[in-house]
């Protein structure tokens, strides 16, 4: 059913447009780096307290990227945690679910253990990507402890339609990959535009060493529509529609009564979201209103490989609806208000999940599974002042009270400063208290999940305490000319940070830390070398620490070191060349087994136009071909793309 609404959907934003007349080039022009995700409001990025980082469309574009994760790992702080075949971010040393993945500033409903949206999230009608480093917890509630990632989707602009075909292999010919996207852009019609995108993602398997598979392989598909209606000169509706599906297989080893048996682990995901949105523009002033749901449905088996015997079964669901309301209005000529709510009755259901609420049984297979259920009721208020007071230094102060049916209500506030030394550099502060409860997943999942190719049960702690933080950030940033750096000290004190901890060979069990200390240094460097050259480079030290045991946190790298250079000769050919490289990354390895590694990937792409309508591009990933089954890098990648336009 949500099917045909989807498809019946798209169809109508269809039948709403006319044919496109013949495409004229696009002019060129260059976005002002305006931002809106650190404090919902659109500032200039230099002004900003918060550290804020953007990747444009043409950085997608140049380094032939086909999902979040192919951007994302050379952003400042922005760590890849590789080790559990399905890869997720960590911001300056903090877990993927400590972080915020949004779609135009919308949640989605995701995993229940982890935040896995980095394969998931294609591309093709991304307009440009926001990232805000350190807490926002006083702007969007107690899961932006770590920071937000914003993803903006285009708006239709001009008529048109865009295909792109993408293959790619490692090296010895196994694991290839076939990706197809498609984006129609309707134009402005009247009052109304219309855009549409999808993309097939279709990968084989890659096998370590002991027959374990490297990461999921198997088909993904994505399909989401987006019309904006202008209801007058000052007001538009914005009405938005996605399809998620993942049909997956992972190969993993379980330890039985019997031994470690080779386990084929299936997973069917679906997500369908939906959205629409008011917005009032004035010179003074703005409103901003939307209603949004987000489903996501799971279902994982998981079969003995050798005679095909089912060894467990998973089913949940969980249902994520919002409603939110935001006005802001200068008041004066020095003050810039914000007053926001928002209300999200959740749901959840699982057969992983052990509430002793709303009792149910799934049959699958001839077995029968029990489930639970949760209800969970969040809801918001908060209050933003931007401040000019002086011409020299603004201060951006929030706060946010968040309440649950569930856990203990919670005040987050923030400040954040910039002084203007001079024209050309600036002084950044910012202070914040956040607030964490345990998530429903922490308190009563008990699931099996893959860690390092093992099959092991993850269990709940209905005895976690609610994670606090207190952080500390002052940043210094100097421009010269063109070229722009900046330096940054960050520290973030936790109690009660909540972990997983391995309780025996075969499961794992969320754990407080009753202190612990995420701290470090960040350096960046945006240097035009030449009109055809460019280079951007960035450094972090992270010290990531249990202050109990004075001992470090897993999975988090000391040093990690982020390069790009950079070739367009403003006619036809683009070349990007760009690296990570991490040193004295602790991984956990299992229980009680700790490696240290260093390692270091570096990345190629090649983009060259062949006429106004078509480009086709070749790369390299894993130039070096660094191969290590812990961190599942597989060697190297040889991928080309063509990309066309009608």
């Not at 928002?342 to 049984?361: C, L």
């Not at 550099?425 to 914040?432: E, G, P, Q, T, Y």
């Amino acid at each position: 059913m949500k099917k045909k609404t989807l498809l019946a959907l798209i169809a109508l934003t269809l039948s709403t447009t006319h044919t496109y007349a013949e495409e004229m080039p696009p002019e060129e022009f260059t976005l002002p780096e305006i931002v809106v995700t650190a404090t919902k409001t659109g500032m200039d990025k230099k002004l900003v307290p918060a550290s804020v980082e953007v990747i444009s469309k043409a950085d997608i574009q140049a380094r032939g990227a086909q999902t979040l994760k192919d951007v994302i790992s050379t952003a400042t702080d922005i760590s890849i945690i590789r080790s559990t075949g399905r890869d997720a971010i960590s911001i300056r040393g903090f877990e993927s679910r400590f972080s915020m993945i949004l779609i135009d500033g919308r949640r989605l409903s995701s995993e229940i253990d982890q935040n896995y949206e980095l394969d998931r999230i294609p591309l093709e009608n991304v307009e440009r990507i926001e990232i805000v480093r350190g807490p926002v917890n006083s702007l969007y509630g107690t899961d932006a402890m770590g920071g937000v990632v914003n993803i903006i989707t285009r708006q239709a602009v001009e008529p048109g339609f865009t295909v792109s075909l993408a293959h790619g292999a490692f090296t010895g010919n196994k694991g290839a990959k076939d990706n197809y996207n498609f984006t129609y852009d309707s134009g402005i019609h009247g009052k109304t535009g219309v855009t549409i995108s999808g993309s097939h993602l279709e990968n084989d398997a890659s096998f370590k060493s002991d027959g374990t598979t490297y990461a999921p392989y198997g088909v993904r598909k994505n399909i989401s529509a987006r019309v904006d209606y202008q209801l007058t000169e000052n007001e538009a509706l914005t009405l938005t529609a996605a399809y998620m599906n993942e049909d997956t297989r992972e190969l993993a080893y379980k330890q039985t009564a019997k031994g470690a048996i080779k386990a084929n682990i299936h997973d069917d995901n679906e997500r369908y979201d939906y959205s629409l949105s008011y917005t009032k523009q004035q010179s003074d002033s703005s409103v901003f209103l939307r209603a949004y749901l987000s489903d996501y449905y799971k279902k994982v088996d998981v079969h003995n490989l050798a005679n095909a015997q089912l060894m467990n079964y998973g089913d949940s669901h969980r249902t994520l609806p919002g409603f939110e309301a935001r006005l802001t209005r200068n008041v004066g000529s020095d003050h810039v208000l914000t007053y926001g709510g928002e209300y999200r009755p959740e749901k959840f259901r699982g057969t992983g999940v052990r509430t002793g609420e709303g009792i149910f049984y799934v049959d699958y297979e001839g077995k029968s599974f029990e489930g639970s259920s949760i209800d969970l009721t969040y809801s918001a208020l908060y209050i933003q002042d931007q401040w000019q007071i002086s011409p020299k230094l603004l201060a951006v102060t929030s706060l946010r009270y968040d309440d649950s049916n569930k856990f203990e209500s919670n005040l987050s506030p923030k400040l954040g400063l910039t002084y203007e030394a001079s024209s050309d550099s600036r002084v950044k502060l910012n202070i914040a208290k956040g607030f964490r409860s345990p998530t429903p997943n922490q308190l009563y999942i008990s699931s099996q999940v893959n860690r390092n190719g093992k099959v092991v049960t993850l269990d709940g702690n209905a005895n976690l305490q609610s994670e606090e933080s207190d952080s500390y950030e002052l940043s210094l940033e100097k421009d010269w000319g063109k070229a722009t750096g900046k330096l940054t000290y960050f520290s973030n004190k936790l109690d009660n940070m909540i972990e997983e901890s391995w309780v025996s060979a075969t499961r794992i069990q969320y754990e407080n830390i009753s202190k612990a200390t995420l701290q470090g240094v960040e350096a960046e460097l945006k240097y035009p070398l030449s009109d055809t050259f460019s280079w951007s480079v960035n450094y972090t030290n992270l010290d990531a620490t249990n202050d109990v045991t004075n001992t470090r946190l897993l999975n988090r790298a000391k040093h990690k070191l982020a390069s790009r250079l950079s070739y367009n000769d403003q006619k036809t050919v683009r070349a990007n060349l760009w690296c990570e490289m991490y040193a004295d990354y602790l991984h956990d390895a299992g229980s009680n087994v700790e490696k240290n590694k260093s390692y270091s990937i570096w990345n190629l792409n090649v983009e060259k136009s062949l006429d106004k309508n078509n480009t086709l591009s070749v790369g390299i990933e894993n130039l070096l071909n660094k191969k290590d089954d812990d961190l599942s890098l597989q060697g190297m990648y040889i991928h080309s793309k063509l990309l066309m336009k009608f």
